[in-house]
């Protein structure tokens, strides 16, 4: 049985999963492969003109597949009512070459919220922006992924006429349903970094004052300042690090204040503190296998990295050369104990050159990569990509823009739908790179999504 779908602004292949006992009274659950804000993202060269889609179980076997032409309309077949499944698409041009890619989270076949499960199919190696928008605007706020399923935005400025918008309040984006839904609002607190707890329920807010857990199931619980801090603002406006046993929010990367101190949180909520040789500011900061937490550059008087390990108070200096270099981002390189430095401007506000360290040298002498940005980027992210690296940074204007890096080594491009400043950039958990909230150049709130299917 097929039920038809009229929503006349979604141009999409349609799928019907027949769910066990299926009637008339008890309809099934129609799978929507949408294009989201890209109406026309079929039609662009080089056009798709079939769609291969299939219903995979959690272990990766395939359970359904089907294959149509975009617009048009097939089954599955039956799937029980109790099967965890997610659904991924692919669209080929004539070539049969995959030009665009969907892969939806993980749900119940039976348990969809909504009589329509909407799974977005975008371009392969660049931006799109999904259905929906977030209900109000946050400019350079913090934010991540919650519960493995949704993105959030919280603290910065809000943006007049995108109420609420004030830090203490959380946009969502449900990357299930692909809408917004209305999030919590956390009084007296202008979170300026955060951690989501290790078991995706909660989030740990900190500003300057003061740092609280707003958690789903129990409540908004206050934190004691943990011995090694005189306040929170030692640490506020740092970035978080996510390691296999703990998460770091490290004060030495914020660009407008030094700091020296680790926030350490640990998967049952506890917190600790580490400690620098040496305060730093607007430093790169990455977890590297098997080595640890390393801190690199922002001071020109002390050793050019700091490693943290994860049962350490005290980080230990690496031999390399001081490094000046404010704004960078910092991966994993491709061999053990090997960090990528990209972005970032040097002591004299020069582009900085990329450069690999290993950080198990003898003799520590950075490498320097061979190739450049086109601009000079600060605030900068990095993200490794099966295609290479991907860099997301602030401009001079302070615009944000990205960029693929190859194995050639060859820069491109990735031009974002909506240009804007100030907004959050976090790995989405169906294998996406978001970018969430933030302004347009007009100043006007950026509330679509953008995801990068690499």
Not at 131 to 157: A, D
């Amino acid at each position: 049985m097929q039920r038809p779908v009229t929503r006349s602004y979604l141009q999409a292949a349609l799928a019907c999963v027949l769910l066990a006992g299926c009637s008339e009274e008890d309809p099934p659950v129609v799978i929507e492969i949408t294009v989201g804000w890209e109406k026309l993202a079929f039609q662009d060269a080089p056009a798709v003109l079939t769609l291969d889609v299939a219903a995979i179980d959690p272990g990766e076997a395939v359970i359904a597949t089907a294959t149509t032409t975009p617009g048009g309309s097939f089954s599955l077949g039956e799937v029980p009512p109790d099967q965890l499944l997610r659904i991924e698409a692919h669209g080929r041009d004539a070539a049969g070459i995959e030009r665009m890619k969907a892969k939806s989270l993980v749900a119940l076949a039976g348990g969809i919220e909504s009589d329509l499960w909407p799974v977005f199919i975008q371009r392969t190696g660049a931006f799109a922006r999904p259905p929906g928008e977030l209900l109000h605007g946050h400019v350079n706020g913090v934010g991540g992924v919650l519960g493995e399923r949704f993105l959030f935005v919280t603290g910065g400025t809000g943006i007049p006429g995108s109420e609420p918008g004030e830090p203490g309040t959380i946009a969502y984006y449900d990357m299930l349903a692909l809408s917004s839904t209305a999030g919590a609002r956390v009084d007296n607190i202008a979170p300026r970094s955060l951690v989501v707890s290790a078991d995706g329920s909660a989030i740990l807010l900190i500003d300057d004052q003061r740092a609280v857990w707003v958690d789903f199931d129990v409540g908004v619980q206050e934190v004691e300042l943990p011995a090694g801090l005189t306040s929170f603002a030692d640490v506020a406006g740092g970035m978080t690090v996510d390691g296999p046993e703990a998460s770091f929010v490290v004060g030495a990367t914020r660009l407008e204040a030094p700091s020296d101190r680790v926030l350490v949180v640990f998967p049952d909520r506890s917190i600790g503190v580490a400690t620098l040789p040496a305060p730093r500011t607007g430093a790169a900061a990455t977890w590297i296998e098997n080595a640890g937490l390393a801190i690199a550059g922002g001071n020109d008087t002390v050793d050019g990295v700091d490693l943290l390990r994860i049962d350490a108070q005290q980080a230990q200096p690496i031999g390399f050369v001081a490094d000046p270099v404010v704004g960078a981002g910092a991966t994993a390189g491709e061999g053990a104990g090997e960090l990528v430095l990209v972005c970032g401007r040097d002591g004299a506000e020069m582009p900085a050159p990329a450069r690999l360290l290993n950080l198990s040298c003898t003799q520590c002498e950075p490498t320097m990569l061979d190739f450049a940005l086109p601009e000079a980027l600060d605030r900068c992210s990095v993200y490794n990509g099966p295609n290479g690296f991907i860099v997301v940074g602030a401009d001079g204007t302070g615009e944000m823009r990205a960029f693929l890096i190859n194995s050639v080594p060859e820069v491109s491009e990735i031009a974002l739908r909506d240009r804007r400043r100030g907004a959050v950039v976090a790995p989405a958990p169906n294998g996406t790179l978001a970018v969430i909230g933030g302004e347009k150049l007009d100043g006007t709130p950026a509330l679509t999504i953008e995801s990068l299917m690499p």
